[in-house]
């Protein structure tokens, strides 16, 4: 039997050793440190949003995109140590990228709308807001979609990107609310009288914070009926029920004195015809 000479083959992995194992271990060492460096710049900078008082929904996200960057910035770097060609592997990247993105279109819209919202704050947690057409109260504020709780105990699903880029309303930034109501009475009653029957009933109550400047006007000459309108203020957490209960109580006062409040009326006249017509 012929020997076979494996001298060449030896010699040839020799020589990639020497050139590729130097390199490899170069690029773990790398690694290992690069990680541990990520990790302490993380720390650091949660650290550093969490001093400065930034949303504690945003710190976890903030630093979990910043260590993607940077983790994606070493592992490029590391290939470029193994012999790959960095611009290849970065045009690999961007296509992927790319493809990723036109794919993802609507959620990258919501993405980005949601940091939106967690940087600028228009609303947070427990905030009564109007938008979309719904008013509820803020449940969870995510990265892509913002959660809300109506009053009849609905759960509203608004996607962030459609909802930092349209009208928000939010009740509830300032620490107090003005109730308006609109009350009519009769145009044969006496427009006085029943002033001070809307001053006795709503601007008598403590949780009315301008007792003293009430805020009665007559606003309309109306086809059925005279129109008051009135204006309290009140803290946010009284507003609904000042709202419900003086609605009910001025009615009920206005029925005690005789101020009649009217509903529109439609006047019919019938004609009799003539004979011959």
Same mark, same amino acid.
């Given at each position: ?31 290992? @440190?690069?990680? #541990? /460096? ?24 903030? +630093? ?21 060609? =960095? ?18 279109? $609507? ?6 709308? $949601? ?17 979309? $057409?719904?008013?509820? +109260?803020?449940?969870? /504020?995510? =990265?892509?979609?913002? @959660? ?19 009208? =928000? ?14 009350? $009519? ?39 059925? +009926? ?13 507003? #609904? ?19 009649? =409040? ?16």
């Amino acid at each position: 039997m012929e020997n076979i000479d494996i001298s060449p083959a030896i010699q040839t992995l020799s020589e990639y050793a020497a050139l590729y194992i130097p390199k490899l271990l170069l690029a773990i060492f790398t690694l290992i @440190i690069g990680l #541990w /460096i990520i990790n302490l710049v993380v720390k650091s900078i949660r650290k550093a949003l969490t001093k400065r008082q930034v949303d504690p929904s945003l710190v976890p996200f903030l +630093s979990s995109l910043i260590k993607a960057l940077l983790v994606v910035i070493l592992l490029i770097s590391v290939a470029g140590q193994l012999g790959v060609a =960095i611009a290849s592997f970065v045009a690999v990247l961007g296509a992927a990228g790319l493809a990723i993105g036109l794919a993802l279109q $609507g959620s990258l819209s919501n993405f980005a709308g $949601g940091i939106l919202i967690l940087i600028l704050k228009p609303f947070k947690v427990g905030d009564v807001i109007e938008a979309q $057409g719904d008013t509820a +109260s803020v449940s969870e /504020i995510q =990265i892509f979609y913002t @959660i809300l709780k109506s009053y009849d105990n609905k759960t509203i699903v608004i996607p962030n990107g459609s909802l930092s880029n349209d009208k =928000i309303i939010n009740y509830s930034t300032e620490p107090t609310r003005t109730v308006e109501w609109v009350f $009519g009475i009769s145009y044969n009653d006496d427009i006085d009288k029943a002033r001070q029957i809307i001053k006795d009933t709503v601007f008598a109550d403590e949780r009315v914070q301008n007792r003293d400047t009430p805020f009665i006007n007559l606003a309309e000459l109306a086809d059925s +009926s005279v129109n008051f309108k009135v204006r309290a203020q009140c803290e946010q957490a009284n507003f #609904w029920a000042l709202f419900f209960e003086k609605t009910e109580a001025v009615k009920k006062a206005f029925d005690a004195n005789g101020i009649s =409040i009217p509903y529109p009326q439609v006047d019919a006249h019938l004609y009799q015809a003539s004979p011959g017509q």
